[in-house]
């Protein structure tokens, strides 16, 4: 049939009937994605703003990405780390994090378990967050392995006006020796996050796993869900049962596994349902 076009949606969900849930649950798991910081800001992979110079964010977040070509994806994540000192947690940060503490006080448990790198649920007063796929102001040494958090503007001297999003690339690569090094052995740094085809580091996945199986009540907040393994814990969730409401400004592929669906900027549709 010519001019169908299959627009899946859902109205929202009863408020009131969202409350009663959330005053009686225990265990309170909050699941986040790129949608949570679309309002600080920060762009999401899979919105306008997933683009960066002529890339997509993840055809630069992999190993060999890095591995071809570590000045274009030195300058990839200079620029996001560059980016985070003008930004700032948004109004869903906050709830989530006055949520939190709410919960803390009534004995009941809420963790945040994020997708994203930024920091900013952390920023916000999130304690204990779980970081799914590692975090843009930490680094690893590819040589020895050493961790370390690392908030250095820039982070090296090379990399100084490095990273901007428009220039078509003139510069030449930067040569791999002047890059981020480490201070203990000198080896080449890389940002501790979790690439496309790399594993999440067993003690975090673990801890985001026992979190989900526990929860009685998950939110799942700005996330397109299409990221594994983290796009399988908000259905793992309703699969036995247990509650769950996603917050996005449109539905998801599994938006219809959920009790509880609320469209809309997610800082303008958590306060009033969380506080
Ligand atoms: C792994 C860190 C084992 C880096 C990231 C088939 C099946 C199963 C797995 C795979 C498969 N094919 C390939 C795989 C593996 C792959 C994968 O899932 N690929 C996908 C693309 C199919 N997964 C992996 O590689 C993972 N590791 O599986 O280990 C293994 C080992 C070896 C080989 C194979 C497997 C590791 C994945 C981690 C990748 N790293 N980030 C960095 O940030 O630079 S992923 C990155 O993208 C983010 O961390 C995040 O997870 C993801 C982006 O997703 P979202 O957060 O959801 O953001 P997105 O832009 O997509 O969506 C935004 C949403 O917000 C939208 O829904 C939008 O509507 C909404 N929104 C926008 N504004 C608002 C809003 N909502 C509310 N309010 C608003 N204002
Ligand atoms: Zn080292």
Sequence with gaps: ISGLTLTTTRPSSDSSAFKAQLAQAQNIVILTGAGV???????TFRGPGGLWRTYQATDLATPQAFQRDPSLVWEFYHYRRELMATKAPNPAHRALAQFETQCEGQGRSCRVITQNIDGLHQAAGSQDVLELHGALFRVRCTACGVETANHDSPICPALHGRGQPDAHRSEPPIPVASLPRC???GGLLRPAV?????NLNPEVFRRAHQAVDECDLCLVVGTS?????AALFAPGVAARGAEVAEFNIEPTASTSDYGFYFEGPCGQTLPP???
């Design 225 to 229: 869900a299409l990221v594994y393994p």
């Design 37 to 43: 910081s679309a309002e600080s800001g920060i762009p």
């Design 194 to 198: 979790v690439w496309f085809g790399e």
């Design 273 to 275: 349902l969380l506080l």
């Design 183 to 185: 201070v203990d052995c």
